[in-house]
């Protein structure tokens, strides 16, 4: 049977959690903070998601707030007993003055695999974001399964980014040609959004040997990275989050 399940998180000024849903796979857990940030880590409680399941976490983080979220563990996409796609869905909305650092460990497409995952996010004006996203492409010595990823964010109410990505055997031609991951098996992106991009932007600049950093029309700057594996990829969009966005 396949699987239904929303996990909720509601944040508000001075270090507040009125709400922590745990749903399913999800179970969220009020952790140390770091440094001035409220934490949260979601914690897997079952394998998922599977071939038809479909999950979904929101965050409402308030005017004020600050929150970091991360996970306990990567999250695999797995086949099913049926050959429905998975699809999961990641909610999120930022108010004035907010901050959120969404820091999930890596998602990983193993084989024979179908995953369709969106996130969603809804920022206030005066609001700051740091999102980290990291696919990688079939675990070890295995081909990846079909992973379909859309990022999509507005800043009051205009959109700021929105992009599309898919990788294997159900994706387009191409997506494993030079244009595109060049053979690589873990690529990702971390997106700043920052007011203060707004009067000093970041430059565009090449990082590491296969990413790049690069200012947003809007007070935002964008890394996209490929790489080898899960470690080096890691390591680059970690170096960038020490300069743009330390905790």
């Not at 690529?187 to 296969?210: E, Y």
Request: aromatic residues 2%.
């Amino acid at each position: 049977m396949s699987l239904r399940s929303t996990a909720r998180i509601v944040a508000e000024a001075g270090g507040r959690l009125p709400l922590l849903e745990s749903h399913g796979p999800f179970a969220l857990r009020r952790t140390r903070a770091a440094g001035t940030h409220t934490r949260v880590t979601v914690v897997g409680a079952m394998s998922a998601p599977l071939g038809g399941d479909r999950l979904a976490i929101e965050a409402d983080v308030r005017d004020g707030a600050r929150l970091l979220v991360d996970s306990a563990a990567a999250t695999v996409a797995l086949p099913g007993r049926t050959a429905e796609p998975a699809a999961y869905d990641v909610r999120i909305s930022v108010g004035e003055g907010a901050v959120l650092h969404w820091l999930p460990e890596q998602l990983i497409s193993a084989a024979g695999s179908d995953l369709t995952m969106r996130t969603t996010v809804e920022l206030a004006a005066t609001a700051r974001l740091v999102l980290r996203e990291e696919q990688i492409l079939g675990r070890h010595g295995e081909e990846p399964g079909t992973l379909t990823t859309r990022l999509t964010v507005r800043l009051a109410g205009r959109p700021l980014l929105d992009q599309e990505l898919a990788y294997g055997p159900g994706a387009p031609g191409g997506w494993d040609g030079g244009a595109v991951l060049a053979g690589h098996r873990a690529t990702g992106q971390l997106l700043v959004v920052d007011p203060a991009f707004a009067v000093d932007p970041v430059r565009t600049r090449l990082l590491a040997d296969h990413a790049v950093l690069a200012p947003l029309a809007g007070p935002a700057a964008l890394v996209t990275a490929v790489a080898p594996d899960a470690l080096r990829l890691r390591r680059t969009l970690d170096d960038v989050l020490r300069a743009l966005a330390p905790l």
